[in-house]
C-alpha cells in the first residue's frame, strides 16, 4: 500500500470533519431558545460564569462568527464544563471513552469471529440446511433490536440462571485474576448483544459476497492448480469476498455506535454513550454536544480504517 | 407469505382492537399490579395495574403510524434530492451526493437524540405533548433516512437516462419534468419500493429506541418502547410486562423486513446498491 | 498403437436448471496423444469448453453432473477420482488456461505470488525458491525483467502479457497436458499470433500435447495436426488437418470452412463469404435424429430419425454423417 494512499484518505477525512461540524452548530443554532436557557434557572451557577459563557459561545454575534467560534474552540479542546458533573468536558469524555472503545472493539471482533466462518460456509454450501438456518438466524438477530435483546440476556442470564451480573460495575474491589475475570464477566452481556445483532447483518453481507465472487474465473483458475478446496476459499475467495464487506460494515458503522449507546444505557456501562443520555436527561448541553461530536469524529476516523484496510485488501485501489 | 399474513394480523389488531378490547389504557388498579396474563387481562398488568393488552394496542398504532410516516419522508425528500441530483449532472449533482455521503457517515442515532434533546420542548409547546412528539420524531426520522432511496433514485436515473425509450420521449419533445414524472420514477420504483418497506421497519426501531431511552414519546403516552422502557426495572418480578412489547416490535420489524427481502427477490432480481 | 495420453469415452455432462436438463456434452469421443496438438472446434454453446473443464472435474456439481462415459488419462479412468487425487493431477499433470486473461488472475495477489503458488505446491519447494522459479517462469514466456515483475499485480499487466503470465503458471510443473480454452479470443490479432506463437514454443521445448480449443478455423489450420469438430453437445467429425480442408465430410464442417474469410482466390471475383444459417439447436430437449439437421442443406427424412454415429471413413477420418 502507498503512503499516498494513506495521506490521501486522511486529507479527505477534514471536509467530512468540516461538514459534521457544520451540521451539529446548525442544529444547535437553529435549537430554539437559549441553549443556556437552564442555567439562568439554575441556581448552582453563578452569573458570571454564564456571561462567560455566554461571551465564549458569542450568543449575540452573527451566525458565521459563531460558528468559526465555535470551532476553534471545540479544535482547541475547549469544549467547556459540565454543571451536572462538575467537570471539564473534555476530562469527562476522556474518562469514559477508554470503556466504549473496548466494548465496541471486542463485540466487532465477535462479529467478525462469528460472521465470517458462518457467511463463507453458508455461501460454500448454497440452499443446504446449514444455509438456511444460518440465514434465518442472521434474519432474526438484525430484526431484534439491542435493547431488547438486552433485556432478554438479563432475564436469561442474570435472572434465571444467575450466571452473569447485569450491571455494569466500574470499581471492583478485588485483585489479580479474579479482578479480571470480574471484568469480563460484566462485559460479556454488553459486548455479546452487540456483537451478535451487528454480526447477523455481516453473515448477510459476507454470504452474498462469497456467492458472487465464487464463481469468477480466477477462482476456476485457482481450482485447476490442484491446491484443495478450502485452500482455494481461503485464499482466493475470501480476501476478494471481504472487499464489499469492507465498505458495507463503513456504512454500518453509524449503526454500531447507535446499538453501543443503547447497550451502554441497559448494562449501565460508564461509557460516553450513558453518558450522552444521562447528560440529555439532565439537560447538561455542553456535555450533549460534545459526545455527539466525538462520536460523529470516531465514526469518521473508523471511516478512515476501513478506507485503510479495503486499500490494504485490494492492490488495484492502493496503486492507482 | 407468511410474513405477510403476521403483519397483517399485527396490522389488523392493532386497527380493529380497541373495538375488541376496549379497556382504557389508564386505567389505574393497584390490587392487580404488576399480574401475569389472566382473563381479565390477557397480556398482564403494569406496575400502576394498567392493561398492558389496552397499552401495546395504542402503542402499536402510533409505532406503525410513526414508521408509515416517516417512511414517506423519507421517500419524498430521496427521491426529491436523488431525482434533482440525477437530473442536473455536474457541480449540483456532485454537492448533493457530497451532501448525501456526508448524512450517511452521521451516527444516526447520536444525532436523532440530539434532535430530540433540543426540539422536544418547542413541538411539545406548538403542537401539544402528542402531536409534538409524533410530528417531531416523524420528520426527524424519516429526515435522517433518505439517503438511501436517493442514492437509489439517482442511479436509476444515470441507467436509464441513456436508454432507448427515455432518448425517444426526449426526441418526441417531452419536457424534462414531464420525462421525470412519466418515465424514470415509474422505473425507479421497485428499488425505492424496497428501500421503503425497509425504512418502515428502521423508522418502527428508531422510534422505539428513542422512547425507551426515554427521549421520544413521553411514558405516560405508551408505545412498545415506552412500556419497554418501564418494565425493564421490573424485569426480575414481571417479566411478562417487557416481554410483550419486545415481542411485538420484534414481529413488526421482522415482518417487513421479510417483506422487504421477498419483494427485493420479486422486483429487482439484480440488487443495485 | 500405443494408449493414448488422453482418451475420452461416451462422455456426458449435464446440468441440472429449474427448465430442465441441460445436455451440454451429451456422448463425446476424442482422444489426445503423446505430443500431439488437438484442435477442437465448433461455435459457442456447442460443448467445447464443457468438455475442457471435465477432464479436470472443474464443472461445478451441483448443478453440473457426470451422466456417463469414462476420461482415461493414461489409462487410469479419471471420474470416480475424489478431490484430493484429482489435485495430484491437476497442474502436474494436466493444466489449463482460460478464454478471459483479464478475469483469471486473482486481482490482490501478486503474479508471482499466484505461480509460485502451484510450484510450491507440487514440487514441494520453500516460497523462496518458488518465487524464483516463478521469475524464471515469466522470463521463459518472454515477459521483460521478470525479476521485477513477479511482484506486480495483475492489474499492472495488459492483457496479452497476463495471458503470458497464465501459460507460464500452466507450464510450471511441466504437464503433459496443455488444455488452452480459447486462449486468444479475448486478444487483439497481433497479440493472438505472438500467443500461439509462445505455444507453439513452449511446446517444442516441454514436448507436452495441447487441447487447442477455438473457434476459429484459420488458428486450428496453423497450429494443430489433428482436429474435433463438435456441434450441439456431440462430436460430427474427427480428421487430421489436412483431411478436414482437403476434404471435410460433415455438412457442419463445410459450413464452418465456407466460413472463413479467403484473400486467395482469383483478384477479378469478389469472395463470397458463407455463413450458416440458423441457430445451435436447444440442449435442453435435443431433437431426435441428427443435431445439424435443421440446418443442413443435404438434410433427408431419415437424419430425423435416429442419430448418426461416429464412422470411420477413411484411416483416422470419422465422421457422424449418414451421407
Known sequence: MSRQYVIRKILIMIPSLLGISLVLFTVLAMAPGDPFEELATNPAVPPEVRAALRAKFGLDDPVWTRYLHWLAAMLQGDWGFSFVSRMDVDKLILQRLPVTLIVIGSSQI????????????????????????????????????????????????????????????????????????????????????LGLFQGASLVRFVRSSVLDVIKLDYVTTARSKGIGERKVITKHVVRNALIPVVTLVALQLPIVFGGA?????????????????????????????????????????????????????????SYR | MASGVVLLLLIATVALGPFIWPVAINDIDFAA???????????????????????????????LAVGLAAMVVAVVVGVVVGALAGMSAGWVDAALMWLTDLFLALPLLPLLLLLMYLFRDHFKRLFGVEGGAFILIVVVIGGLRWMQVARLVRAQFLSLREKEFVEAARALGASKLRLVVGHILPNALGPVIVAGTIDVAAAIIAESTLSFLGLGFPSDIPTWGSVLRDAKDYLDIAPHWALFPGAAIFLAVITINFMGDGLRDALDPRRVL | MAEPLLDIRGLKTWFKTDDGMVRAVDGVDLHIDRGETLGVVGESGCGKTVTARSVLKLIDMPPGRFEAGQILWQGRDLIPLD????????????????????????????????????????????????????????????????????????????????????????????????????????????IQAQILELMQEMKERFGMAIMLITHAMGVVAETTQRVVVMYAGKVVEEASVEALFGDPRHPYTQGLIRSIPRVDRSAGRQARLESIPGTVPSLLDPPPGCRFAARCRYVMPACTQAIPPLKEVAPGHKVACIL
Open chain 1, 261 to 317: 449507546i443503547v447497550t451502554e444505557q441497559i448494562f449501565r456501562v460508564p461509557g460516553i454513550g450513558s453518558l450522552l443520555i444521562s447528560a440529555m436527561l439532565a439537560n447538561d448541553t455542553p456535555v450533549v454536544m460534545a459526545v455527539t461530536f466525538v462520536i460523529a469524529c470516531l465514526v469518521v476516523f473508523f471511516n478512515l480504517l476501513a478506507d485503510i484496510i479495503y486499500g490494504w485488501l485490494d492492490p488495484r485501489i
Open chain 2, 33 to 63: 399490579k404488576l399480574q401475569g396474563p389472566s382473563w381479565a387481562h390477557p397480556l398482564g398488568t403494569d406496575d400502576l395495574g394498567q392493561d398492558l393488552l389496552a397499552r401495546l394496542i395504542y402503542g402499536g398504532r402510533i409505532s
Open chain 1, 110 to 193: 465477535i462479529a467478525i469471529l462469528v460472521a465470517l466462518p458462518v457467511g463463507v460456509l453458508a455461501a460454500t454450501r448454497p440452499y443446504s440446511l446449514f444455509d438456511q438456518v444460518a440465514n434465518t438466524l442472521a434474519f432474526v438477530g438484525f430484526s431484534l433490536p439491542t435493547f431488547f435483546t438486552g433485556l432478554l440476556f438479563i432475564l436469561v442470564f442474570s435472572i434465571q440462571l444467575d450466571w452473569l451480573p447485569f450491571v455494569y460495575r466500574a470499581n471492583i474491589d478485588a485483585t489479580g485474576w479474579q479482578f479480571y475475570w470480574e471484568h469480563i464477566k460484566q462485559s460479556i452481556m454488553p459486548v455479546m448483544v
Open chain 3, 83 to 190: 478431490d484430493a487425487e484429482m489435485n495430484k493431477i491437476r497442474a502436474r499433470e494436466i493444466a489449463i488456461i482460460f478464454q478471459e486473461p483479464m478475469t483469471s488472475l486473482n486481482p490482490v495477489y501478486t503474479v508471482g505470488d499466484q505461480i509460485a503458488e502451484v510450484i510450491e505446491l507440487h514440487q514441494k519447494l520453500s516460497r523462496k525458491q518458488a518465487m524464483v522459479g516463478a521469475a524464471d517462469m515469466l522470463k521463459l514466456v518472454n515477459i521483460p525483467n521478470p525479476e521485477r515483475r513477479v511482484h506486480d499485480y495483475p492489474h499492472q499487466f495488459s492483457g496479452g502479457m497476463r495471458q503470458r503470465v497464465m501459460i507460464a503458471m500452466a507450464l510450471s510443473c511441466q504437464p503433459k497436458l496443455l488444455i488452452a480454452d480459447e486462449p486468444t479470443t479475448a486478444l487483439d490479432v497481433t
